[in-house]
Antibody
């Protein structure tokens, strides 16, 4: 059974940093790209970042480029998102999701971890 | 950026009836379109990919279709558990996914 579990969300002051983690199981982790998608309170879904299965390619939304860094440890089946220089508008539930085989949609999602940026 | 526009924002339908949700892409995305269902406090769940292929475990009352840049999700006979938020997503410009703003399907 595929499982994806995020952690690391917290209340942080503007300008602060966090590292989000996503532990995956039930599939060959290194064979799949993984993504982060966020959802601000009461709002829609926004793609944040994607990393290829090997870790050789990374992609970012313009809204987070230069502030967020995606990484993965395929030996630990874990995806990370380092979030720096946080702003109020980064407040959201951050979901980790597995990409379908090839370059498809997102077929398995975690339950999300809440990041709140406030003084 | 490919913009996805969903309509209507809210759809009120009675249980047992058919619901039709629409999604339009700002440019051609071939069949690289997915639909997701999200219930309050839960993560999105993949329903349809490739515009018309049901994901694993999705009941046959859910179907997707496409015509050019217009995409439709149809739920043939609404069950109580189907009342939720629905999002379309393009992955033609992978992985720069873009989502529609969502359609809330509510009980009439």
């Amino acid at each position: 059974e595929v499982q994806v579990l995020e952690s690391g969300g917290d209340l942080v002051q503007p300008g602060g940093s966090l590292r989000l983690s996503c532990a995956a199981s039930g599939f060959t982790f290194s064979s799949y790209a993984m993504s982060w998608v966020r959802q601000a309170p009461g709002k829609g879904l926004e793609w944040v970042s994607t990393m290829s299965g090997t870790g050789g390619s990374t992609y970012y939304a313009d809204s987070v480029k230069g502030r967020f860094t995606i990484s993965r440890d395929n030996s630990e089946n874990t995806l990370y998102l380092q979030v720096n220089s946080l702003r109020a508008e980064d407040t959201a539930v951050y979901y980790c999701a597995k990409t379908q085989v090839g370059k498809g949609g997102l077929d398995y999602w975690g339950q999300g971890t809440l990041v709140t940026v406030s003084s | 950026e490919i913009v996805m526009t969903q309509s209507p924002a809210t759809l009120s339908v009675s249980p047992g009836e058919r619901a039709t949700l629409s999604c339009r892409a700002s440019q051609s995305i071939s069949s690289n379109l997915a639909w997701y269902q999200q219930k309050p406090g839960q993560a999105p769940r993949l329903l349809i990919y490739g515009a018309s292929t049901r994901a694993t475990g999705i009941p046959p009352r859910f179907s997707g279709s496409a015509s050019g840049t217009e995409f439709t999700l149809t739920i043939s006979s609404l069950q109580s558990e189907d009342f939720a938020l629905y999002y379309c997503q393009q992955y033609n410009n992978w992985p720069m996914y873009t989502f529609g703003q969502g359609t809330k399907l509510e009980i009439k």
